[in-house]
């Protein structure tokens, strides 16, 4: 317990995390790129910093939380930046969503001043922030990694070593990949059976007690019957997740045509509305077909 501990990124899935670090008895510093998300973080006993360097200087790790390449680049390797007032033999750990050529970039910039980083990509929405039950992908050297395992498993409870430097981004791709086709499948199938004069609300109980039952039909496939879209996960940040996969698709030169068609759904869904839960794709599906699946 004796680690002191800094946080950056205090969101939707940034502030519960530290809170949770704060109830399991560390002191948490943490930096606020946004100043309305510091007060209730400071009653709970958060302590603030002014710039990234000014944190990492008095703490020994540091978790990262937020939305793209370039804001992780900024706050790690920027003017005022965490590689400035780190030190050595501390641990950066980024539970951001970026690339993974991003992420091994940092991370080789970073081991050149002696700082060890660790890519920790999370899912499990909002509420598994709030619950310390997120799924955890790690990349990142293995002693690292047990280093901080008491950490991450404050925060989730699927915590698991990937591989190397950007390893955990490769699973995040792998999930994001899967949630955006499996999403798409349901809607289809909804539409499938209000077509053909079926109850999808009996449909769903049917198939969740089968082989296609999953905890995305669960969640989501109750949020498309309720048109029920406040996120969860943002459609735009799903895009931008998907992004990742294909531009790591086109670096490796392979074919994921499933992933190409989700991520257009993705794109026209954040172009009308880039802030409601990304299961809204059913709602571009309905228009297709002309149904609509909701009760």
Do not use: W
Request: hydrophobic letters at 45%; a negative charge.
């Amino acid at each position: 317990m004796s680690q002191t501990i800094g946080f950056i990124g205090l969101g939707l899935m940034g502030s519960p995390m530290t809170y949770n670090l704060i109830k399991a008895g560390y002191d948490v510093h943490v930096y606020a790129r946004r100043q309305v998300s510091l007060p209730p973080l400071l009653e709970a006993g958060a302590i603030p910093h002014r710039t990234p360097a000014e944190l990492a200087d008095v703490c020994d790790v540091v978790f990262i939380c937020v939305t793209d390449d370039q804001s992780v680049e900024q706050i790690i390797l920027g003017e005022k930046g965490l590689i400035h007032g780190a030190h050595a033999d501390s641990v950066i750990i980024d539970m951001s969503t970026i690339s993974p050529r991003a992420t091994r970039e940092i991370a080789h910039q970073l081991a050149k001043a002696h700082i060890h980083m660790l890519d920790a990509p999370i899912s499990g929405g909002p509420q598994g922030a709030i619950n310390g039950t997120l799924s955890i992908m790690v990349g990142g050297k293995p002693d690292i990694f047990q280093r901080a395992s008491t950490l991450l498993n404050v925060l989730g409870n699927n915590v698991v070593h990937v591989g190397d430097h950007g390893a955990g981004q490769i699973a995040k791709a792998c999930n994001q990949t899967i949630v955006a086709q499996t999403m798409s499948a349901i809607a289809e199938a909804f539409i499938l059976a209000r077509a053909a004069g079926v109850d999808p609300i009996r449909v769903r109980k049917a198939l969740l007690g089968g082989f296609a039952g999953s905890r995305i039909l669960e969640v989501h496939g109750q949020r498309m019957l309720d048109h029920h879209f406040a996120p969860g996960f943002k459609a735009s940040l799903h895009r931008k997740d998907m992004n990742i996969v294909q531009q790591t698709a086109a670096e490796l030169g392979i074919a994921l045509p499933g992933t190409a068609l989700s991520a257009q759904y993705l794109n026209a869904l954040a172009h009308r509305d880039g802030e409601i839960d990304s299961s809204a794709i059913c709602v571009l599906l309905e228009e297709l077909s002309g149904v609509d699946i909701s009760d």
